[in-house]
């Protein structure tokens, strides 16, 4: 067995101990190493996509390669050998670390795979010691809000995580601390994020520092107007710098920012004129034609992108997350607040709109057959273009078709340009005015920031400069940009040697002298003087005729080619190419159009059109002596002044301590969330970020102060390193009691240094000693519980023995109750547990035997007895209880087995098996009182009974029928149904099993039926049974005869229909003519004729009733009359007339009653108006008109009131709300905000600075663009104070008062704090409100407010200020948005957990739609129940009811509780009133009627019964019905038709509705006047 062990350290890393020799190892042993993966060394694997992979080797393949598996299973092929593959422990990769250098092992892959894991978990920021690296995450995250930047500033000794806002931090306090000038410099790829990184280091700057004059709000002001103009969209980045720039931050002797100036390096001008598909140009010319105003648009002529040349060729005018129109007034804000003149503005976007119009001049020959000349194709461009620049138009055209040249002693001569030369020419122009534009910008800046003369200043530098570059095709501006990253490389090397070697001088450690990669030869390559360098050469071959690219190329090859440079090599592949090796990667240029970009001059002829503009902005860019015959025509090239610049900004830079941040573009897609490794480890190597990272492993990049050091190992040491004297001595005598190998390892004056092979050693013994301290201490522990266990356990064993011997219960609880201590499973005690437990269950068996047995009812407990058994027979159990209960059991058994054996002969009544069923149930003893042994006896003297009554009942069938006694005539005196009755009764009785017997009883049943109905003349019955006589195959005489006599009485039927018809259509005529006919046919006499005469006189009586009623408009005398017509359902002539009439009284006295109940004004005026229009008049109509000529403030508080009772809160909040809307109106002066109480004086205010207080004073409740010194309202604690003046901080960023790059996320943040510290929610209303008094710019205004309904979106003011703000929102905010309906909302609504989706708030900003709806003002939360609860039809009126609960709403009627509750008013006790329907939502109009109640339920359940009303009609539905939940009721909808069948007294009515039949309430009907029903005839009389 292998003596090495692993072990897991506190920080969850994995070592290895050997036992035996007192090694550790962080990595594997070869004796602990198996087959599976998981044991496997795991290694760095080469990807062509992430760079490197942890993973495992898998096998070699021929020459160099191998194949290898990644942790997810990928296999790759690597072109290295197994002994070349890097290996890796699992416990480093799985660490993450925001310093790099402080890992145990730092190469390109940990570096890439820890900044891949940190990427992954948003955490851009990295440190490799005193390098920043800055990841773009291509998202927004909360890292720059005021609040962050408050931690960072008052960090004190705390450590911060990586951020830009450190690095600024140390270069402020450096610059303090030393009186040195610092400097940031930013580097990497565009769209790499330098730009973001340079704008947060000058927030943070501007945030530390601050300034006496605001200068500092104007260093960010220019970012916008720079961004504008010398940023564009690539395809790398949507934002990317096409320029480099150097910012000094000037700081005054109290190192408050007191000045700025800005450099600016190579701008890309080519970009004007051409970009390459899916980039566009600066952002300038697209926000220029999209956000113009319409007069500038028609001043400058603009039409949208697609209409301009320099514009459309690339395929695109737009890109995601950049809104043109918003930044173009932001760019003009920016100049404004920089105070730029409107003329200097307006200058400035003519010029672009002029670049524009020149891109769109076109030029062509002048004939078809000379390409030599050209001309201007569109002379109206031309002309546009010539009266914005103020020049003449054909000069201009003359000086882009031709070119004068000037030899000496010569006239000069004009040399016509082709097409192609006017374009070139034309561009080169365009090019020439937006470089100096933008140099103009830049200057222009800086003068409104410069500091004041004579003032001393140090300075903080942010370098923002673009990263080396190694395209496809590289050319002139490549060498510039990669010639700027050698010298800035040359200069971070040097510092990082001159940083690391100072520290170890400081300490006094020895140490060898770190060398590095010196990138001078480089350097010397492209400017050295002799040889010629690159650049020096392109300068000369401007002065040499007839120089061209080519003679270039030939001259650098001369001069370096030939292996003469090692940093130089010629491209014998390509004619027009050589390479350069740079520190960063070998770069092969293209020398096509190097002395032209070098050359930078325009000619002479475009120069002179120029100055002669009488514009004054473009005199400024070509002052007038420049193009004058005397102005001089050479000028200091392209390179020379490149070379001049960067020789300025090094020794600048030399002169400042630097600060390092390397940004790194995680991968070319531009979206959030993917790392790509290779193009980041790319990156990295072209930032010299390893040769930094070598610079640190050559030396000691682990350190620790002396006590930080005895921290985490000293305790190795013993007893005696605890709390020395001499921390320094301390460590060096720990060193000698540890075992190892220190020699890389010194003790310095302060700190302790090592490298990675020392940390490694030292956490390894750290991890051994904590484990052996952790595991001394256990055993020990369990040690001594283990002692006191065996002592136990010796007393208690022979008790439990001597319990086993002789085992009864009360032996063995004793013995088991002295071991109830002892935890080990001792053997005895398990013996003695189990049988504890087989005693105490053979007792209970025993007792549950005698008790069943004692019972006498054995056969009732089988079950119980038979499971007793079993458990006996188990437990081997053989005492006299048991063996009398298994005596018992096999008696039951076999007499249950003979009793089943009867009912199976029963069953099919087999009289074979009968026999012997019952000889068997005699032989085993069976009761003969046994159900089944009965039932085979009985059913054998059954089978000989049946054949006598079959016999018997054939007779009887013979005899007692009809006879016929004319030719139409029958007696049916000789029926005699009795007889055969009696017999079937009997053969029923007996119930018949043979086939033959149940044929012969069925035929007796059809032959009775058929007398019978002969006997009562029903001859629908008589035909019914002569069909079912001829199913059971019944033919004789007698059924003959029946034939007949039923054809005989079908014409009687006839005759007696038509009368049926006219009375069921209760038609007046009709009946009295079918009467006449009744009496001329002879049967006057039937009750059917004599019914019809009784129904035409009711007819009569009751049409007088109906006009009586009409004309007294009396309530009761119509419901009297109509109810005489509903008795007998005449719905004819007055009827119609009369329901109308009493519909309206009940219209009216419901209205009145709702009304009153309710307090709706809509109800109340319905009743009143109606109530004259017929002329009606009751008190409660007297009490609804007084209530009519109420004020608006008086009708609304006894509807508060009425709310109130009836626990409605949400009504009684809008009308609330309404009331206090009133009281607004009167006295709205009260709220005034400058009153509010918890603000503090503008003294107390004003005291919080020194210096300003009166115009702080003055200001205090005003807009302002200064920071709060205090807040606005009486905060105590100094925490929520400091916390008011960072939320106003918020503001100002997001209103755009104070430049900021993100201001979404203010916002967010502005609410989640509001949300969290409810004591500062007034502090921040009142900083809004502030904001938005005498505020002058529209776009903060507009800001404001949206900001202002986020807040109100999101918390609360408090009660004693939300008048306060309402008042002020009424005032200011009604025109913009809907903010006091947000305010209600908020106030009475439901408290937010979180706030709600910035996005969402913004986008609705302008149409909220409010939750609290005014207009709603009277609408009740169940919905208006019409008529109210308690309403009494018969009086119109309600009676005295509690109003219903809201908290649980009553049970629909239907259900069982409703149908009990009745419709009952309680006048004594409180209870709530059922009503007719579930509650509906608040979101209905309030002009929702609820249906009525239907009647109370029906006496016998559901069954219908009661008195016929009437014969059928037809109703109209009034109201929904659910029918209740019982299936014998209809469910209705309004409008639907029913057809009555039967109506009842209880209310209800049987209808029938597609189809099916069920009751219905007729209180939710009403009858349809109009229609003559057509129901089916009265059955024929019997």
């Known amino acids: 067995m292998s003596s090495w062990k692993q072990f897991t350290s506190p920080e969850g890393a994995t070592y290895y101990f050997n036992e035996k020799t007192g090694e550790t190892s962080w990595d594997q042993p070869d004796e602990l190493r198996g087959s599976s993966s998981g044991n496997e060394q795991l290694v760095w694997i080469p990807h062509p996509t992430h760079g490197y992979l942890p993973g495992t080797f898998v096998q070699e393949r021929h020459g160099d390669n191998c194949v290898c598996r990644t942790l997810d299973g990928e296999e790759v092929q690597v072109s290295l050998k197994k002994d070349k593959l890097m290996k890796v422990l699992r416990s480093t990769i799985e660490k993450n670390v925001d310093d790099l250098v402080q890992m145990d092992d730092i190469n390109e892959a940990m570096i890439v795979h820890n900044l891949r894991k940190r990427f992954k978990n948003d955490e851009i920021y990295t440190n490799i010691g005193t390098i920043l690296i800055a990841i773009n995450p291509f998202k927004r995250l909360p890292l720059y809000t005021p609040t962050v930047i408050e931690q960072y500033m008052h960090k004190g000794t705390k450590t911060m995580p990586p951020h830009t806002y450190n690095i600024a931090d140390d270069a402020f306090r450096a610059m303090v601390e030393k009186k040195q000038n610092q400097s940031i410099l930013i580097s990497g790829e565009s769209g790499a994020g330098k730009t973001e990184c340079t704008k947060q280091c000058l927030n943070y700057c501007a945030e530390l520092a601050g300034s006496t004059n605001g200068v500092e709000q104007n260093i960010l002001l220019a970012n916008p107007i720079l961004e504008a103009f010398g940023n564009a969209k ?197 090019k020439t005015f937006y470089g100096r534009m933008f140099d103009w910008l830049v200057q222009r800046i800086n003068q409104s920031m410069r500091p004041a003369k004579g003032v001393q200043t140090t300075v903080i530098g942010v370098l923002d400069i673009f990263g080396f570059e190694i395209f496809e095709n590289n050319s002139f501006e490549q060498l510039c940009i990669n010639f700027t990253n050698e010298k800035l490389q040359q200069h971070f090397n040097q510092y990082t040697f001159k940083l690391e070697e100072a520290l170890y001088q400081s300490e006094g450690i020895s140490y060898e002298h770190i060398t590095f990669i010196d990138n001078q030869p480089v350097l010397d390559l492209i400017e050295k003087a002799v040889p010629q360098g690159i650049m020096i050469a392109m300068d000369e071959q401007l002065k040499v005729p007839k120089a061209s690219d080519a003679t270039f190329l030939i001259l650098c090859n001369k001069n370096h080619g030939a292996k003469q440079n090692a940093h130089y090599a010629e491209v014998r592949t390509k004619q027009s190419h050589f390479l350069i090796k740079h520190y960063a990667g070998d770069v092969i240029y293209d020398t096509t159009g190097f002395l032209e970009k070098n050359k930078d001059t325009l000619p002479k002829d475009l120069t002179t059109v120029a100055c002669k503009s009488t514009d004054p902005f473009i005199n400024i860019l070509f002052p007038p002596s420049e193009g004058g015959d005397g102005a001089k025509t050479s000028k200091a090239t392209l390179g020379a002044q490149f070379r001049q610049q960067l020789s300025s900004l090094m020794a600048t830079l030399n002169a400042t301590e630097p600060h390092y941040i390397r940004c790194i573009k995680p991968n070319s897609e531009k979206v959030a969330g993917t790392f790509t490794g290779m193009m980041s480890l790319q990156q990295l190597r072209y930032a010299g970020v390893f040769e930094a990272v070598r610079i640190r492993q050559t030396g000691y990049p682990f350190r620790y102060t002396h006590s930080d050091f005895l921290k985490r190992y000293g305790f190795m040491g013993g007893k005696e390193l605890r709390n020395p004297s001499d921390p320094k001595a301390a460590c060096q005598k720990l060193l000698t009691m540890l075992k190892g190998d220190w020699s890389e390892l010194q003790i310095g004056k302060t700190r302790v240094l090592y490298r990675a092979k020392v940390q490694r050693n030292l956490e390894l013994l750290r991890n051994i000693q904590v484990d052996k301290v952790t595991i001394t201490l256990q055993a020990e522990f369990r040690r001594m519980c283990a002692m006191g266990m065996v002592e136990r356990m010796r007393v208690v064993k022979p008790v439990l023995a001597q319990a086993l011997e002789n085992p009864t219960l009360e032996g063995l609880d004793a013995a088991l109750e002295q071991a109830k201590d002892i935890d080990f499973p001792m053997y005895l005690i398990q013996r003695c547990q189990t049988k504890r437990k087989f005693i105490i269950r053979e007792r209970e068996i025993i007792a549950e035997m005698n008790d069943v047995l004692g019972r006498n009812d054995h056969e009732k407990n089988f079950n119980k007895l038979n499971e007793l058994v079993k458990e006996a027979d188990e437990m081997e159990m053989n ?71 079959m016999q018997s009942l054939q007779d009887v069938m013979t005899r007692g029928g009809a006879h016929a006694s004319g030719a139409s005539e029958w007696d049916h005196s000789t ?313 106003f901080k918020n503001i100002l960023g997001y209103m755009g008062d104070r430049p900021c790059t993100y201001p979404d996320t203010l916002a967010v943040d502005l609410m989640q704090q509001g949300l969290d510290t409810p004591i500062v929610r007034d502090e921040i209303y009142c900083q809004l409100i502030k904001q938005l008094t005498d505020n002058p710019d529209s776009t903060s205004v507009r800001k404001g407010w949206t900001l202002m309904a986020c807040c109100l979106q999101t918390f609360p003011p408090s009660d004693e200020f939300v008048n306060f703000a309402e008042m002020f929102l009424q005032q200011k905010g009604a025109k913009i948005d809907d903010f006091v309906s947000m305010l209600h909302d908020i106030q009475y609504g439901d408290k937010l957990t979180a706030p709600p989706k910035y996005e969402a708030v913004a986008a609705a900003f302008g149409s909220y739609k409010p939750v609290i709806d005014l207009n709603k003002l009277s609408e009740i939360a169940s919905g208006i129940s019409r008529p109210p609860p308690g309403y009494d039809a018969a009086t119109g009126t309600v009676g005295t009811v509690v109003a219903p609960m809201t908290r649980s709403a009553p049970a629909p009627i239907g259900s069982a509780q409703a149908s009990a509750a009745g419709h009952a008013v309680v006048n004594t006790t409180p209870t709530p009133v059922p009503q007719a329907s579930t509650p509906q939502p608040q979101s209905q109009p309030q002009q929702t009627i609820a249906r009525p109640p239907p009647p109370s339920t029906m006496r016998g359940a559901n069954s219908p019964m009661g008195t016929l009303r009437g014969p059928p009609k037809q109703v109209t539905v009034l109201y929904d019905y659910d029918g209740g939940g019982n299936p014998k009721r209809l469910v209705i909808k309004k409008g639907d038709i029913i057809t009555v069948l039967k109506e009842y007294d209880a209310g209800w009515a049987l209808g029938r509705l597609d189809g099916a039949e069920g009751l219905f309430p007729m209180n939710y009907t009403k009858v349809l006047a109009q229609t003559i029903m057509n129901l089916p005839a009265l059955p024929p009389r019997d």
Not at 269 to 293: D, P, W
Not at 1012 to 1025: G, I, N, P
Not at 1146 to 1174: C, F, K, M, W
């Open 975 to 1287: 029926i005699d149904t009795e007889t055969i009755g009696a017999a079937i009764s009997e053969a029923e009785g007996f119930g018949f099993r043979t086939e033959e017997a149940k044929t012969v009883l069925k035929q007796a049943i059809v032959l009775k039926k058929l007398r019978e109905a002969l006997r009562d003349e029903a001859y629908d019955r008589l035909r019914q049974v002569l069909m079912e006589a001829s199913s059971v195959d019944l033919h004789n005489q007698e059924i003959s005869n029946a034939h007949d006599e039923a054809a005989h009485h079908t014409a009687v039927n006839d005759v007696l229909a038509s009368l049926a018809e006219a009375v069921n259509s209760i038609y007046q005529d009709g009946i009295s003519y079918n009467v006449q006919q009744a009496s001329a046919l002879g049967v006057a006499h039937m009750p059917e004729v004599v019914s019809a005469q009784q129904l035409l006189d009711q007819i009569i009586s009751t049409r007088s009733l109906l006009k009586n009623a009409i004309a007294a408009v009396d309530q009761k005398q119509l419901e009297e009359a109509i109810a005489a017509a509903d008795s007998f359902g005449y719905v004819q002539e007055e009827y119609t007339p009369a329901t109308i009439l009493l519909a309206q009284v009940n219209e009216v006295n419901i209205d009145a009653a709702t009304g009153l109940y309710y307090l709706d004004r809509t109800h109340l005026e319905a009743a009143n108006s109606q109530a004259q229009e017929i002329g009606m008049n009751t008190q409660s109509l007297e009490e609804v008109a007084k209530i009519l000529v109420l004020d608006e403030q008086g009708f609304l508080q006894i509807q508060l009131k009425k709310a109130n009772e009836l626990g409605d809160k949400a009504r009684g909040v809008r009308l609330t709300i309404a009331l206090k809307d009133l009281f607004f109106k009167q006295f709205g002066k009260m709220f005034v905000f400058e009153q509010f109480g918890h603000l503090r004086t503008r003294d107390a205010f004003s005291k919080a600075k020194l210096f300003g207080r009166e115009a702080l004073r003055d200001g205090m409740l005003k807009w302002s663009k200064q920071p709060l010194p205090t807040s606005l309202t009486d905060l105590f604690d100094p925490l929520h104070i400091k916390q008011a003046t960072r939320l």
């Open 234 to 430: 690539t395809l790398r980045n949507n934002n990317s710098s096409r320029f480099g720039k150097w910012v000094e931050i000037h700081f005054d002797g109290n190192f408050k920012i007191c000045g700025a100036n800005t450099i600016n390096y190579l701008l890309e001008k080519s970009r004007v004129v051409f970009q390459i598909l899916g980039e566009r140009n600066f952002h300038t010319f697209y926000q220029l034609t999209m956000g113009a105003t319409p007069e500038e648009k028609a001043k400058w002529h603009l039409g949208p992108p697609s209409s301009f040349a320099y514009l459309n060729k690339s395929g695109c005018t737009t890109a995601d997350g950049v809104d043109d129109i918003v930044e173009y007034q932001e760019v003009k804000e920016a100049m404004h607040k920089l105070q730029f003149n409107p003329s200097e503005i307006n200058s400035v976007f003519q010029m672009t709109a002029a670049i524009l119009h020149l891109g769109n001049i076109e030029f062509k020959s002048p004939t078809p057959d000379d390409d030599s000349k050209s001309v201007v194709a569109n002379r109206e461009v031309l002309g546009i273009a010539a009266k914005l620049l103020s020049v003449p138009p054909q000069e201009l055209e003359t000086a882009m078709t031709s070119r004068l040249m000037e030899i000496k002693g010569c006239a000069p001569t004009r040399i016509p340009n082709s097409p192609g030369t006017a374009s070139d020419t034309r561009n080169a122009l365009t």
């Open 879 to 949: 005492d006299p209880t048991t063996q009398k209960c298994k005596a018992v059991v096999v008696d039951i058994t076999n007499k249950r087995a003979a009793s089943k054996q009867c009912a199976d002969a029963v069953a099919v009544s087999d009289q074979a098996k009968i026999e012997a069923a019952i000889a068997q149930a005699n032989k085993v003893g069976l009761s003969p009182s046994d159900t089944n042994f009965a039932a085979a006896v009985a059913e054998l003297e059954r089978l000989k009974k049946e054949i006598a009554l």
